[in-house]
């Protein structure tokens, strides 16, 4: 029996006494209750300034004024031939001191400012002034330009019997050597709402003011003032179509009060013998 009671007390060995020194250290922790949250628990600490937690200190400075966003973005995917297009050409300089402007690139955006073409052309005469600093062409775009009559060709058939949108239109239809009905044409040059004192503004000033957008900050994108041109024509299209209507039929009014005055003159003049 003596032996089976020492191989149970092996089996089962009691449990050795804790250290003193353990045994009072745990004593003196369950007096003490809880350990409080440190300073950097406290939720209060996430809402102080940098300066409280240890920081530099820095002057508060007011909040910047809202400024214009630098980019134009499709408002769509979609980029088929809309019944409205917007061009924008970029000039480069020609002739014996380059002061002549040809036509270096052409672009076309749809309604939706997606671009349906965009071309680097190269101009008739040779060019001497690549403009770089407005127009962003440089020569190594010349080396896969296409032909000037190419290009003329290419467009005028993008634009015949379409709403062309721009800025200063005549300055680029006269580079590229084309015409286009006066009636479909809406340039936001010459809408008479967009004018200040009766003067002529800026294609930057008017993206600036109606959408809020700064455009042509260094070299010029065409694609950018293509965009600029139809969305500010978009924004104002039902009162711009409606004016144009109304300028029109007044127009035809006119024309058909002079063909009646014309007509009614040759009649009332004299027979010669």
């Known amino acids: 029996m003596g032996g089976g009671g020492a191989s149970a007390e092996t089996a089962n060995p009691k449990p050795s006494p804790l250290n003193p020194n353990w045994a009072q250290l745990q004593q003196t922790l369950k007096s003490r209750g809880p350990p409080k949250p440190s300073h950097s628990a406290d939720p209060g600490a996430r809402t102080l300034a940098p ?3 240890g920081k530099r200190k820095e002057r508060a400075e ?3 004024e809202a400024s214009p966003s630098d980019f134009l973005s499709p408002t769509s995917t979609d980029s088929s031939l809309t019944d409205a297009l917007a061009m924008d050409c970029e000039m480069v ?3 014996i001191e380059g002061s002549k402007s040809a036509v270096g690139r052409v672009t076309l955006v749809n309604s939706w400012g997606n671009v349906v073409y965009d071309e680097y052309v190269r101009p008739i005469e040779r060019i001497v002034d690549y403009r770089t600093k407005i127009s962003g062409i440089r020569p190594r775009n010349m080396r896969k330009a296409k032909e000037f009559w190419a290009v003329q060709t290419q467009v005028a058939e993008l634009i015949k019997g ?5 800025h200063a239109l005549h300055n680029d239809l006269k580079v590229l050597l084309l015409s286009h009905p006066k009636k479909d044409i809406r340039d936001t040059s010459e809408y008479e709402p967009f004018r200040r004192s009766g003067q002529k503004r800026a294609l930057k000033h008017l993206a600036a003011e109606i959408l809020g957008v700064k455009i042509q900050q260094n ?3 065409p694609i950018e003032d293509a965009r600029a041109a139809m969305f500010i024509y978009n924004k104002y299209k039902k009162v711009w179509e409606k004016s144009m209507k109304k300028n029109f039929k007044f127009k035809e009014k006119l024309n058909k009060r002079k063909k009646k005055w014309m007509k009614a003159k040759t009649i009332d ?3 010669t013998i």
């Open 162 to 166: 379409r709403i062309l949108v721009g």
């Open 93 to 95: 300089g020609v002739s």
């Open 62 to 64: 007011p909040a910047p």
């Open 269 to 271: 003049l004299p027979t």
């Open 51 to 53: 300066s409280v937690l």
């Open 219 to 221: 070299e010029h994108c």
